[in-house]
Every structure is written in structure tokens, then in C-alpha cells.
């Protein structure tokens, strides 16, 4: 097997579409490329979101931030977090949840910050009529814009009243809540921008509804196809046994990459063209599936993970047998994993 025996496949121009709609539902795009473009590979990522019409790219921290600048890459930058460095006068935004973390963003390079406000139960940010700590925060940094953040069980309601009250208090500027699950719900158009992550890349919501077209194509190869007995049993702990005479394969894609070890028997891959059951324990580098009557050689493309349109496994599969966010799911895909582009 080759070095690339692994591999998630981007596709840019769903990307492209899935940022198209989610621009045309809102007054403003702040497109999430955070913790490495939610692991589909950071600066492909942001420069298609940024060729596609997002009028500012949030990462992760200012580290993020230097990596973009580093590569040419110049539309608006908000690094959600205020750690890490960044060169002065590269033109980057910073998330500041106190007067503290304000200054902090100032002296690690950030030229100014939206100040994260609490909207209901969230663990982060000023009070939203605290009128005193938010001109303490502006007096230890320039003030951007208001960055809204709630936890679920919060009204959207509830938490869009604390955010204008906030924002009346700081004079009106600039202020953004709502995500990918606010936009689906008609509040795209509510403030200034959209902070939208998982909706960009199709990956669905925790209940599972969707939000865009997959983007993300996770693969393997079959290594070795051979006969198994009736009763014999596969990997660690022989948890399946041959109910009859058959073909399996081993394919590449273990837990080391990303591949839950609890898809033993419960889960399916797609080989030519035709879904085939992940059988036994899915071990660090390999899992095995029982091809039935599907005709396999070495070599062969295994679809771990793809578009549910086509027929292959989707994330919401693997997040119901998991018991995972589908975010969780996807940035789970284990660095080896080799990333590929195409249009």
C-alpha cells in the first residue's frame, strides 16, 4: 500500500456553494476555518471560503492567524481565541471574553477584538448590561465588534434581546451571534454577521439534520482479500464469527485515523459501488468488511465516509452508532490521513 493509502477528499466546489447560500442568507459571512479548517487542511480551506464571498475567516488563535498572513492569504482574520502571536499590523481580529484577555489580545499582536458577551449560559464573555465592564474592556483594547455567544438551551429570542442590549450600551457597533443552526432557522439576516462552521463543510447538526452538501470524502484500500470458514472468528476478540462460508477484506482506516472502534458490526463501507458491513474490531490501522458477494481485489477504493446522496456512509452513521456530535466525528480524522483537493 502507498503512503496515501488513506485519504479525505475535499470537494471545493461544494464547498464554494455550501459559503455561496449561507453569504446569501445573511448580511455578513465570518466563515469558520478554526482548528485547522475544521480538519479538512487550513489554507485551502480559508482561501476557498475567502474566493467564494466570506467577508472574514475565523481560526482558532493568532498562531492560525500568522499561518494565513504567512501564505498570502488577506481577507479580514478573527482568531477566536487570544493565544498565540501574531505579527503587528497583519490586520487580525481576536475573541476577548474579559478586559483581561483584551489587553492580552492587543500585546499578542491582534489590532483589535469583538468581545465575546455572555447570552445565556455560556462560559465565556461580559454580561451584556454591564455597562462598566465593557468600557473597561474597551479601555484595554479597540472594540470591533460584539461577538454574541449561548449555550443550546438558551431562546434564540432571549439571546439575540441580550446581544442588542449590549450593543445599544457600546454605541451600536458591529455585533454577530447566530451560526449555522441560527441561519436554517431564518436568523441569518438578525445582525451584522453569521459565525458559521459545520453548515460550510455539510457536516450535520447534533440531531443530525442537515445543513449543506458533504464536502469531506474519507477513504482506505483494500490490502488483502481471502476466504474465511464458517464460525471462524475476525480481530481482537473474535466479537464476530463467520455466520457462513465467505470473502472478507482488510482495508485501510483504523482508530489511529480516525475510524471509531464501536463501527465493529454495526457500520458499513462501500466497495465498487456496493455496501459491504464492518465486521469485528476496528483496530489501529485496519478494519476488515465482509464482502458477501462483492468482487474485490487489492487496491480497490473502500468509502469510509462520504456523500448519503450516492449511497455511501454519511457522519451522521458513525455519530448515531458513537454517540458523537458529527463535528466531533469529523475532526476526529487523524492527521496521517493524506488531504486532497479538487473541483
Not at 440531531?207 to 464536502?215: A, C, I, K, Q, Y
Not at 485515523?257 to 459501488?273: E, I, M, Q, Y
Request: hydrophobic share 45%; with cysteine; net charge positive.
Amino acid at each position: 500500500m502507498t503512503a496515501d493509502s488513506r485519504r479525505l477528499s475535499v470537494d471545493l466546489d461544494r464547498l464554494t456553494a455550501n459559503v455561496r447560500r449561507y453569504r446569501a442568507a445573511a448580511r455578513g459571512l465570518v466563515a469558520r476555518v478554526d482548528h485547522d479548517g475544521f480538519g479538512l487542511g487550513l489554507l485551502a480551506v480559508a482561501r476557498a471560503c475567502a474566493a467564494a464571498g466570506a467577508d472574514m475567516l475565523a481560526v482558532a488563535d493568532l498562531d492560525e492567524a500568522a499561518r494565513l498572513r504567512e501564505h498570502g492569504v488577506e481577507t479580514p482574520l478573527l482568531a477566536l481565541r487570544p493565544v498565540g502571536a501574531v505579527r503587528r499590523g497583519a490586520r487580525v481580529h481576536a475573541a476577548a471574553g474579559s478586559p483581561h484577555e483584551a489587553a492580552a489580545a492587543v500585546s499578542r499582536g491582534a489590532e483589535a477584538v469583538h468581545l465575546v458577551v455572555d447570552c445565556g449560559g455560556a462560559v465565556r464573555g461580559v454580561r451584556p448590561q454591564d455597562a462598566g465592564e465593557l468600557a473597561h474592556a474597551a479601555d484595554g483594547a479597540p472594540v470591533a465588534a460584539l461577538m454574541g455567544v449561548a449555550d443550546a438551551s438558551t431562546p434564540r429570542t432571549r439571546a439575540s434581546a441580550a446581544l442588542a442590549a449590549a450593543a445599544e450600551i457600546a454605541g451600536g457597533i458591529p455585533r454577530h451571534l447566530h451560526g449555522t443552526a441560527g441561519v436554517l432557522a431564518g436568523h441569518g439576516a438578525d445582525d451584522d454577521y453569521v459565525r458559521v462552521g459545520r453548515g460550510l463543510y455539510g457536516i450535520p447538526l447534533p440531531d443530525r439534520s442537515p445543513t449543506g452538501s458533504p464536502v469531506a470524502r474519507l477513504t482506505g484500500r483494500v490490502v488483502t482479500v481471502k476466504r474465511i470458514r464458517a464460525g471462524e472468528g475476525v480481530s481482537y476478540g473474535y466479537i464476530y464469527r463467520a455466520p457462513a462460508d465467505g470473502w472478507i477484506a482488510l482495508v485501510t482506516g483504523g482508530y489511529a485515523d480516525g475510524v471509531p472502534r464501536s463501527l465493529g458490526n454495526r457500520a458499513c463501507a462501500v466497495v465498487n459501488g456496493r455496501r459491504v458491513r464492518i465486521i469485528g474490531r476496528v483496530a489501529m490501522d485496519v478494519l476488515v468488511v465482509d464482502l458477501g458477494d462483492v468482487t474485490a481485489r487489492p487496491g480497490d477504493e473502500a468509502v469510509l465516509l462520504g456523500d448519503p446522496g450516492n449511497g455511501e456512509p454519511s457522519v451522521s452513521e458513525w455519530a448515531a452508532i458513537t454517540g458523537s456530535d458529527p463535528v466531533a466525528v469529523m475532526a476526529a480524522i487523524g492527521p496521517r490521513v493524506v488531504r486532497s483537493y479538487a473541483r
